[in-house]
Nanobody, 121 residues
Framework: QVQLVESGGGSVQTGGSLRLSCAAS????????MSWFRQSPGKERERVAS????????WYADSVQGRFTISQDSAPNTLSLQMDNLNVDDAGIYTC??????????????WGQGTQVTVSS
């Protein structure tokens, strides 16, 4: 079992940057596939980025490729999402999630509470 707590959301203008953090309750999070999902108003929740364990790399949705970077932060047990060149379509609730069992990263079994990102033009 793992608990996830997000932070770093806020308001920014188009073209700005934000850095989201996800604090995990255990260093075991490094063994899980960790992902960030977002839910924008009127849209279904979508996965935007994943960090695969054991050095297997990262994955990004086409909509954020080249603008977002998911990484293990220098802070203990923390996963980050650096978001640059934000646009209004990036607004939404961003949630950190973990897949702890065998299976795809797109189907997490643990979720954080989410953090709000607002982007104004």
């Amino acid at each position: 079992q793992v608990q996830l707590v997000e932070s770093g959301g806020g308001s920014v203008q188009t073209g700005g940057s934000l850095r989201l953090s996800c604090a995990a309750s255990s260093p075991r999070y490094r063994a899980y596939c960790m992902s960030w999902f977002r839910q924008s108003p009127g849209k279904e929740r979508e996965r935007v980025a994943s960090f695969y364990p054991a050095g297997r790399g990262t994955w990004y949705a086409d909509s954020v490729q080249g603008r977002f970077t998911i990484s293990q932060d220098s802070a203990p047990n923390t996963l980050s999402l650096q978001m640059d060149n934000l646009n209004v379509d990036d607004a939404g609730i961003y949630t950190c999630a973990a897949r702890t069992a065998i299976g795809g990263c797109g189907f997490p079994d643990y979720w954080g509470q989410g953090t709000q990102v607002t982007v104004s033009s």
